[in-house]
């Protein structure tokens, strides 16, 4: 998504804060001009985004339909299916922001989830 860097992107589920500021950066197509991103105060925060993201899909494709359910499954073939999403996540003890990529979002995505069933 960011030409011109070299990120390098970490595969592990390392421990975030979930006070870090995060950017999501989000390119539905393989078109260029459909890039963008939104920040947000927390982790978890983007993390709904995330799910806001997918419901809005949704409700895109299916707008006659007053309640739409869908598998944690539906929401990964989401993701997968976008040209790119990726986490920019602030850690205060370097000052700079750590790059995640698909699968790193998928687990806090699903640990996000998973936490508010409980």
Same mark, same amino acid.
């Given at each position: 998504?960011?030409?011109?860097?070299?990120?390098?992107? @970490?595969?592990?589920?390392? /421990?975030?804060?979930?006070?870090?500021?995060?950017?999501?950066?989000?390119?539905?197509?393989?078109? @260029?001009?459909?890039?963008?991103? /939104?920040?947000?105060?927390?982790? $978890?925060?983007?993390?709904?985004?995330?799910? +806001? #993201?997918?419901?809005?899909?949704? *409700?895109?494709? !299916?707008?006659?339909?007053? $309640?739409?359910?869908?598998?944690?499954?539906?929401?990964? =073939?989401?993701? &997968?299916?976008?040209? &790119?999403? /990726? =986490?920019?996540?602030?850690?205060? *003890?370097? %000052? $700079? !922001?750590?790059?995640? %990529? *698909?699968?790193?979002? +998928?687990?806090?995505?699903? =640990? #996000?989830? *998973? +936490?508010?069933? @409980?």
């Amino acid at each position: 998504l960011v030409q011109g860097l070299d990120l390098r992107f @970490a595969q592990s589920s390392t /421990s975030h804060s979930n006070m870090s500021h995060t950017i999501l950066l989000v390119q539905p197509t393989l078109s @260029a001009a459909s890039r963008t991103y /939104s920040d947000y105060e927390t982790v $978890n925060q983007a993390m709904e985004g995330v799910c +806001k #993201m997918f419901e809005g899909h949704l *409700k895109a494709t !299916y707008p006659t339909r007053v $309640n739409i359910n869908y598998e944690i499954g539906d929401l990964y =073939a989401f993701v &997968d299916a976008l040209s &790119d999403l /990726s =986490a920019l996540v602030y850690d205060g *003890k370097t %000052n $700079n !922001y750590v790059p995640h %990529n *698909k699968d790193w979002i +998928k687990e806090r995505v699903f =640990a #996000m989830l *998973k +936490k508010a069933m @409980a």
